[in-house]
């Protein structure tokens, strides 16, 4: 894949007449500064904050320990907090404010496919560069963003495989009603039909959604070997507290979510989640010494009550991952860092991986768990990497 080269302008009145047309490549301030101006953007208020805002602290604390260790070319890194309020037209307006006035170098941000999609034009128009730290649906790739969670084929289809095999042939499908969810189950009835498994029911609500009793209803009536659920946000804490009030409980039915982690456990409620599963790249009970740093350091900056989580953890190597390509490239200039991101690889907290070299995604593990009492997650299968296929054909 080629990648377009900025064009560098050798005269102070061609700056100052490219940098105001718009999509032209920004002649970032940060390049000559003491420091760097990097961007976080993610929802601290509104229904996904709940899996959202935390992201924040663990992007905050890559940012400062690797100010503490020097900073990236001997430059401290400067952080910009927005906040896209869960809303999609936000991001793209603080997305734009970032690039435009901030003249960050990177952002480290996005949660919902909704949201990164806002964000896309944004970038690829004023020649951004955004690390997407979330679990999505894959069929994209921008040359300005930075996928460093699983695409859907990376969980999709190891967890129906595991699934079919250890849990049973007949699955449920009820996810939130947006881009994610949809391709995913997109992916799912085309993979079960494969594999010789059935369709015993198919739903979506809105984002945000609180009522889920007559969904319930149709689970139980169905009776499903395994439910396979794309849930996200605050409708997690309606759909598994009615789940238990109706009688489904970790005990007596399987139940595998795509979008639940330790953290959402907090707000869910662990007392709802024990014995449900969950299919994630990481989980804090992931044993190397990476993690136990990663862990270890969270713990001590935010308390020792908080947890860490798949998309946390996503967004914590993202900046790592960014410092490393900038630090090869010898350059911010974004095509230069990304050119440098081609097979680039880290031992991060969830075990050593490294980019793709051609397609900007990373080479992931899946791996399934079950909830504890605690909200913790005991680890009961875990992938060899796969490599990412965004574009793959069922």
Not at 72 to 99: H, I, Q, Y
Not at 214 to 238: F, H, L, Q, R, Y
Not at 282 to 296: E, G, I, M, R, T
């Amino acid at each position: 894949m080629k990648f377009s080269r900025r064009q560098f302008i050798k005269s102070a009145a061609a700056v100052t007449t490219v940098a105001a047309l718009p999509g032209a490549p920004f002649i970032r301030s940060a390049a000559a500064a003491d420091t760097i101006k990097v961007g976080i953007l993610h929802s601290l208020t509104g229904t996904i904050a709940i899996a959202e805002a935390s992201v924040v602290d663990a992007e905050k604390l890559a940012i400062e320990e690797i100010n503490a260790a020097g900073g990236v070319m001997g430059k401290k890194l400067e952080v910009v907090v927005e906040d896209g309020a869960s809303d999609w037209p936000t991001f793209a307006e603080k997305a734009r404010k970032l690039l435009e006035k901030d003249q960050v170098a990177a952002i480290f941000g996005c949660y919902t496919s909704a949201s990164r999609k806002a964000v896309l034009p944004v970038m690829e128009r004023y020649k951004g560069l955004l690390y997407y730290p979330t679990y999505y649906e894959g069929l994209e790739m921008s040359p300005n963003i930075m996928y460093t969670a699983q695409e859907g084929t990376q969980s999709a289809i190891a967890s129906l495989d595991w699934l079919y095999k250890n849990k049973g042939k007949s699955f449920y499908l009820i996810g939130s009603d947006y881009i994610w969810p949809r391709t995913m189950n997109k992916l799912a009835n085309l993979h079960l039909k494969k594999i010789g498994a059935t369709v015993a029911g198919e739903s979506y609500y809105p984002l945000g959604s609180i009522e889920f009793a007559s969904e319930i209803n149709k689970i139980k009536a169905a009776k499903p070997d395994v439910i396979w659920s794309t849930v996200v946000g605050g409708s997690n804490v309606a759909f598994y507290k009615q789940l238990n009030a109706a009688g489904i409980t970790g005990k007596t039915q399987a139940l595998c979510a795509m979008a639940v982690s330790e953290e959402e456990a907090s707000g869910v409620g662990a007392e709802n989640l024990e014995g449900f599963m969950s299919c994630m790249g990481y989980f804090q009970s992931v044993k190397n010494a990476a993690n136990d740093k990663f862990v270890k350091a969270f713990k001590a900056k935010y308390g020792a009550n908080r947890v860490v989580g798949d998309t946390m953890e996503c967004g914590y190597i993202s900046v790592y991952l960014w410092k490393l390509a900038v630090e090869k490239a010898g350059s911010i200039d974004v095509p230069k860092v990304v050119a440098a991101s081609s097979d680039l690889a880290l031992d991060a907290p969830e075990g050593k991986i490294k980019f793709h070299k051609a397609n900007h995604h990373l080479w992931k593990h899946a791996r399934i768990g079950t909830f504890r009492k605690d909200g913790q997650i005991d680890m009961i299968y875990e992938s060899p990497l796969i490599e990412p296929n965004p574009f793959a054909k069922i």
